[in-house]
């Protein structure tokens, strides 16, 4: 389906006095179910005299070299043939794509292609260009100016995913997979506090308590805040290891609660760090499958687990919830 790149800083609001990430995020996209492809080949394929063949988002993973950062291009087309796919209303609305990019096949030909806005906003800082890169793609159709195909997501040759190398300190992922990043403080009892506006959906007070839905393991006593912003796109925010789950107030927190940013939702426990996560509710990150249905699929305050989630570190907040930064 449709994933995104979300990046930015995260801001110092979470943990007073925490510091020491030492345990790098492997992000969760789904790179194995994009099959290698050669653009050449797409670019061959035989085009309709009119309209267009439907190719049934079929995910590829093309090599290509970058021309141009923005072209202007049709991009109505994607909302239109993702309808004509099956697509529901909420997954159309929540591919922002504005503009292509220009790439360059390995035969020399050019190609326009449809790339999401939060991919795109990237590409300057990481890709140069005449640069070659990968690009992950969905094949929405062919028409007869070409492949209509849309990027989720693109690597360097210097980007390939990284595995961890020993299990994440938190104890909260295996050693391949750590969901988040880890946060120390010399100080149990600190307090812990919301990144944004939200809604306490999940409070887990068992300090043994396991979370398999993704193979995360023991994540302790741990907090989950929705946070809906006004052009409709969704993030979750997961606060894990916690010791007392309490307000500013000191009274406990408690499902339903309405947050602000900075509010205070507990405290650092007794190992002194903060495992902390967030779930872009974004097209192509959603868990659909039997294991996951079984287990979760009657409690909605498991919904965040559905989601893959994002390099906390680099997930753009601002953009994802369309407003304006601050000078």
Known sequence: MIGARLKTHLTALLVGGLAALFAAPVLAFDYARYKTADLDELLA???????????????????????????????????????????????????????????????????????????????????????????????????????????NEFQTPKAAPATAAKEPPCGCGTTDFHPGVDMTSDNEGAPVTAMDDGVVIRVEQDDQASVDALNIGHCGRYVVVKHIYPNGHVVFSRYAQLGRIVGANGQPVAVGAKIRKQDKI???????????????????????????????????????????????????TDLFAGRSRKP
Not at 86 to 115: H, M, N, W, Y
């Open 45 to 151: 394929q035989p085009r309709p005299k009119t309209g267009v063949d439907l190719n049934g988002a079929k995910p590829y993973r093309l090599e290509v070299t970058l021309v141009s950062y923005e072209e202007t291009c049709a991009v109505q087309s994607v909302a239109t043939t993702m309808r004509m796919l099956g697509f529901t209303p909420d997954q159309i609305d929540g591919v922002q794509a504005s503009r292509c990019i220009k790439v360059r096949s390995a035969k020399g030909a050019e190609a326009l292609v449809f790339i999401q806005d939060v991919v795109r906003a990237f590409l300057p800082r990481e890709v140069p260009l005449g640069s070659g890169l990968t690009l992950f793609v969905i094949h929405l159709y062919t028409g007869q100016q070409g492949p209509g195909l849309l990027v």
């Open 266 to 316: 507990g405290e650092i426990g007794p190992r002194k760090l903060l495992h902390f996560e967030i779930r872009p509710a974004v097209i192509g990150a959603l868990k659909t499958d039997a294991a996951w249905q079984a287990r979760y699929g009657s409690d909605p305050s498991m919904d965040w687990s559905r989601y893959d989630p994002v390099n906390p570190q680099t997930f753009d």
